[in-house]
């Protein structure tokens, strides 16, 4: 992971979230899920939960994680699944 603890003048360490938002080497399908977790600073369980509800609410779910593993480049890319494809 590419985090890194910064230390605040008024406070103890706070951990910074990656600079990027890269699909996670950790995963169970693509790594969408624990790329968007490790993005905003939270538990991988709470945006699967988030997604299924918008698949079961929405049925949009599995439309936006597709999309995400198209355009979302790996950990230690930079380059998405669409630009590979596209050959750029």
């Not at 706070?14 to 905003?40: F, N, Q, W």
């Not at 698949?55 to 950990?75: D, E, R």
Request: glycine share 10%.
């Amino acid at each position: 992971m590419t985090t890194t603890d910064t230390h605040s003048p008024d406070g103890p360490a706070v951990e910074a979230r990656p600079r990027a938002l890269r699909r996670s080497d950790r995963r169970i399908i693509a790594g969408v899920c624990g790329g968007v977790a490790a993005y905003i600073g939270i538990d991988v369980t709470v945006v699967r939960l988030l997604l299924v509800l918008l698949t079961l609410i929405f049925g949009m779910g599995v439309a936006v994680y597709v999309a995400a593993w198209l355009l979302v480049p790996n950990q230690g890319s930079d380059r998405s699944q669409v630009e590979r494809m596209l050959g750029r």
